[in-house]
T-cell receptor, first 111, second 114 residues
Framework: KNEVEQSPQNLTAQEGEFITINCSYS?????LHWLQQHPGGGIVSLFM???GKKKHGRLIATINIQEKHSSLHITASHPRDSAVYIC?????????????FGEGTQLTVNP | EADIYQTPRYLVIGTGKKITLECSQT?????MYWYQQDPGMELHLIHY???????EKGDLSSESTVSRIRTEHFPLTLESARPSHTSQYLC?????????????FGSGTRLTVV
């Protein structure tokens, strides 16, 4: 069993829909990251969370430390949101900041 | 605007050649990482560095080597490329601020060994 699990693995939505991607982890963490990877391969760091909720534009990320769960929400989705969304955690047991990655969620938003 | 630069973006090279993938960051981050990613698969850490003259192997065994002579520069070298090295290589750096780590990723180098 992976230390970081994401669901769903694949998600197809229509433009304008509200989207939720979930991430569960099984280790103590110092921080959780949401990353976005476009087909070209480059990765963008969207959020880094240690508690609560963060919002950036149409993106919202939440984390519940007690339940070891985080969600990434996209409001009013758009075809340009199509990408792989990756959840990653910085486990407390490691010295420093090495990340453990989920398998990613492939999001496709159709016009 | 990217603050971490990887070159080349794409590389096709023959078996047995020596190659160096470049990674530079302008943010003064002390921590840098190399990840390997096969198409549609997870990222795997192959090397990391917590500062100048500090390098460690990551979770995934790799025949590559790295060096960290300057804070901003973290090149990865394959002495003799093989088709099994065909993959995407992503460089990243992070800062620590109050115990929390912000990451920045490069655009990646897509390597094909023929």
């Amino acid at each position: 069993k992976n230390e970081v699990e994401q669901s769903p693995q694949n998600l197809t939505a229509q433009e304008g829909e509200f989207i939720t991607i979930n991430c569960s982890y099984s280790v103590g963490i110092s921080a959780l990251h949401w990353l976005q990877q476009h087909p070209g391969g480059g990765i963008v760091s969207l959020f880094m969370l240690s508690s609560g909720k963060k919002k950036h534009g149409r993106l919202i990320a939440t984390i519940n430390i007690q339940e070891k769960h985080s969600s990434l929400h996209i409001t009013a989705s758009h075809p340009r949101d199509s990408a792989v969304y990756i959840c990653a955690v910085s486990p407390q047991v490691t010295s420093g900041s090495r990340l453990t990655f989920g398998e990613g969620t492939q999001l496709t938003v159709n016009p | 605007e990217a603050d971490i630069y990887q070159t080349p973006r794409y590389l096709v090279i023959g078996t047995g050649k020596k190659i160096t993938l470049e990674c530079s960051q302008t943010m003064g981050h002390d921590k840098m990482y190399w990840y390997q990613q096969d198409p549609g698969m997870e990222l795997h850490l192959i090397h990391y560095s917590y500062g100048v003259n500090s390098t460690e192997k990551g979770d995934l065994s790799s025949e590559s080597t790295v060096s960290r002579i300057r804070t901003e520069h973290f090149p990865l070298t394959l002495e003799s490329a093989r088709p099994s090295h065909t993959s995407q290589y992503l460089c990243a750096s992070s800062e620590s601020s109050g115990g929390y780590y912000g990451y920045t990723f490069g655009s990646g180098t897509r390597l094909t060994v023929v």
